[in-house]
């Protein structure tokens, strides 16, 4: 089993920043790609990007390419998510999750594990 949590989000206004991370433990993080997907209210949840097993693959939705970014400390065993230019759009709830396969995945069944998630709200 893995455990992932995650943390960083809250409220900002559009045009701001936020990070959020993802702590993982249990079995050996390093081998695993990770994502990080959101679910708005009302909505179904969506893919935002994912990284290879050593962080050398990376994948964005197009809605967030140029403003978020996926990086991971395999040392720390914290997978992080830079979110730049916020927009009001961008508010949802982020799952960080962790598949078994090393390269990068987009579809939600590929990941086996799943964080609790993390609010973010974009005020206008």
């Known amino acids: 089993q893995v455990q992932l949590v995650e943390s960083g989000g809250g409220l900002v206004q559009a045009g701001g920043s936020l990070r959020l991370s993802c702590a993982a433990s249990?079995?050996?993080?390093?081998?695993?790609?990770m994502g990080w997907f959101r679910q708005a209210p009302g909505k179904e949840r969506e893919f935002v990007t994912t990284i290879s097993w050593n962080g050398g693959s990376t994948y964005y939705a197009n809605s967030v390419k140029g403003r978020f970014t996926i990086a991971r400390d395999n040392a720390k065993i914290t997978v992080y998510l830079q979110m730049n230019s916020l927009k009001p759009e961008d508010t949802a709830v982020y799952y960080c999750?962790?598949?078994?396969?090393?390269?990068?995945?987009?579809?939600?069944?590929?990941?086996?594990?799943w964080g609790q998630g993390t609010q973010v709200t974009v005020s206008s």
């Open positions: 999750a962790a598949s078994l396969s090393p390269s990068i995945r987009v579809r939600e069944s590929d990941y086996d594990f």
């Open positions: 249990g079995r050996t993080f390093s081998n695993y790609a």
